[in-house]
């Protein structure tokens, strides 16, 4: 207050600014919340998770934007959010199934609208077998077989070094392999 009683102005200097303008973040939502969505789908496998990990890896998002340089940079950085709340998320979930407070997902639902049938059953093994499989073996096999990423941007995204990515990745497909073998 000023002499006058009346409310004076905080100076600029002491008033907290926002991190990011909200119009580039929304926009930055509009652009790219669906590629979020699909990839965590596709990394989890439950539609009904899919809407709390966007939220989440836009909450992050809110509070690291403003340091990226790069406007081409935004897309793989929320992939890499992605897949870390995505790993956090399969670890959760894996605890609680081991505790019998889980429920087994339909992944049938996966499927394209036209699958077959035979697809939708394989796609439902698919995630079946992956369900069995440590987070990091899974997330970095679906980066690299189910999204096409390059072995490079799989280590990035998995926050590891390329040599663990591949070794990941061989265990699972490995995995996978003897799995189908065996019936």
Known sequence: MDRTGALSPVPPASRPGPVLAPAPLQQIF???????????LRLIGRDDEVDDIVQDVFMVAVRGVSALRDPNAVRPWLATITVRLARKRLRALRLKR???????????????????????ALLARVYD????????????WCLR?????????????CDCSLATVKRWIAAAHGELQKAVADG
Do not use: K, N
Not at 145 to 157: I, K, N, R, T
């Open 30 to 40: 509009r652009q790219h919340s669906s590629f979020v969505a699909a990839l965590a």
């Open 129 to 140: 077998l992956l369900d069995r499989l440590p987070a990091d073996h899974r997330m970095s």
């Open 145 to 157: 077989f189910v999204d096409g990423y390059e072995l490079e941007a799989v280590a990035g995204m």
């Open 98 to 120: 081991w505790c019998g407070l889980g429920d087994a997902p339909g992944y049938e639902s996966l499927a394209a609208p036209g699958a077959t049938p035979e697809d939708r």
